[in-house]
């Protein structure tokens, strides 16, 4: 069981889709997203939804390949959680 909420909106879905067509990714509000592991809630923190949204472009917060790189990103995988942040924070250009 997954939830992604904004503070006081309910069609959290469709403004997010909004903000990531506009290339408003870095303008997201503070959002919380709770995903389950091991049997308990835990609240990912806003910067791994900000960047799985825009890695994950057009997924919804329950789509398997957006749930896969939460999960990765907070190291439920085995990765060491460090590292993760650092390739989060890398930029990678499109054209060399």
Not at 22 to 50: F, N
């Amino acid at each position: 069981m997954t939830s992604l909420t904004e503070p006081g909106n309910d069609s959290h879905s469709s403004i997010l889709e909004e903000k990531v067509q506009k290339g408003l990714l870095s303008l997201i509000p503070a959002q919380t997203m709770i995903i389950d592991y091991d049997y308990k809630q835990v609240e990912v923190p806003h910067e791994i939804v900000a960047y799985c949204v825009g890695y994950t472009f057009g997924a919804e917060p329950d789509d398997l390949r957006f749930l896969d790189c939460v999960y990765m990103n907070m190291g439920y995988y085995g990765n060491d959680p460090e590292h993760l942040k650092k390739l989060r924070e890398q930029i990678v250009p499109v054209f060399d």
